[in-house]
């Protein structure tokens, strides 16, 4: 028989207390089969739609499949199939403590071309979603995610060999920027689900974004999402110009993404070792052992005795292993 339901009646409410703060809430059609314990729905926004069904295999296992047609997110089309397993844990026999779950994925598409498939495996304990592991093409994402108002984040993301225009677009919903090459990295993202707090470290190699072509950046970003603070930062231009980068960048304001990238401060690589001063005026790379750094170094004249015949200047290159 089927029949209108409320997703918040048949899951949410549940398995989790009522929280405090207003829900976001999708029109959506499905129904309960109550001879085959099946539940089914689909949601439709903006014209695309995700269909979820629920199978009850006994009393404490189903299993569900999530059919994604062409979903829209911002500068994203998702196209999957996911199946998972759901396994409700509760020895008491009261409201469910203890949710074990895995979610697997096939015919992935974003943005009509095909990657690496979905693969999780999480639980639900206590208010909390914690995520063993959730990886989608080459993002690794771990943590927990608070289930009640004002919904914490402990989460860390790993990115590994994540092509440039897919980060910006991940972070920023926009792909008008032109860019090539990939970006390594992690970002923590704690705080809440409303002011979600970034912290990364971020690299990049042999790449453009818009009119900045680079050999090298490792950049450190941190703030409440959507502004970020950069700072303790190097870029390395591709004729092996080094400067170190900072100030404050608003991923929300996709129209002035250009202007704010070359608002930047741009700073020569000058470090105080102590005794002298160092200016690294161009970094080549030699192999994956290392690279060559050519610097002016100048001694501090405190240090020099007044009657010596040493000079103060000096030019020397300084080759550095990496391991």
């Known amino acids: 028989m089927k029949r209108t339901l409320v997703l918040a009646l048949c899951l949410w409410g549940i398995l989790f207390p009522a929280t405090t703060e207003a ?48 979903f829209s997110v911002p500068a994203f089309d998702i196209a999957a199939i996911l199946n998972g397993t759901l396994d409700i844990r509760d020895p008491k026999g009261t409201r469910p403590r203890l949710i074990l779950g895995k979610i697997t994925s096939k015919y992935t598409l974003v943005n009509y071309k095909p990657i690496k498939d979905v693969n999780a495996q999480f639980q639900i304990k206590d208010g909390k979603l914690e995520l063993n592991y959730f990886t989608i093409g080459n993002i690794l994402c771990q943590g927990t995610v608070g289930l009640q108002a004002p919904y ?18 991940l972070f920023t919903g926009n792909r008008d920027t032109d860019s090539s090459g990939n970006v390594e990295g992690k970002i923590d993202i704690n705080g809440t689900l409303r002011a979600p707090y970034l912290k990364g470290k971020l690299f990049s190699y042999d790449g453009f974004v818009d009119r900045l072509h680079y050999s090298s950046i490792m950049l450190n970003l941190e703030g409440i999402y959507p502004i970020l603070e950069i700072a303790d930062s190097v870029i390395t231009k591709d004729d092996g110009l080094p400067f170190n980068i900072s100030g404050t960048f608003d991923i929300s304001a996709k129209g002035s993404f250009k202007k704010q990238i070359e608002q930047l401060a741009r700073n020569p690589v000058v470090s105080d070792t102590g005794k002298s001063l160092e200016w690294t005026f161009k970094r080549v790379p030699d192999d994956k052992s290392g690279k ?19 000079k103060s200047d000096m030019l020397g290159v300084e080759r550095t292993l990496e391991f």
């Not at 014209?47 to 295999?57: A, D, H």
């Not at 100048?298 to 005795?305: A, F, G, N, V």
């Open 23 to 70: 829900e976001i809430h999708f029109p959506f059609n499905g129904g309960i089969d109550f001879v085959q314990k099946k539940l089914s729905f689909t949601v439709k926004p903006d014209g695309k739609e995700l269909t979820v069904t629920v199978v009850q295999e006994n009393e404490k296992s189903y299993q569900t499949t999530v059919n994604i047609d062409h």
């Open 152 to 169: 914490p984040l402990n989460l860390s993301i790993r990115l590994s060999g994540m092509a440039m225009d897919d980060f910006l677009a």
């Open 292 to 310: 060559t750094e050519f610097k002016y170094l100048r001694r501090k004249s405190q240090d020099i005795h007044p009657m010596s015949e040493e």
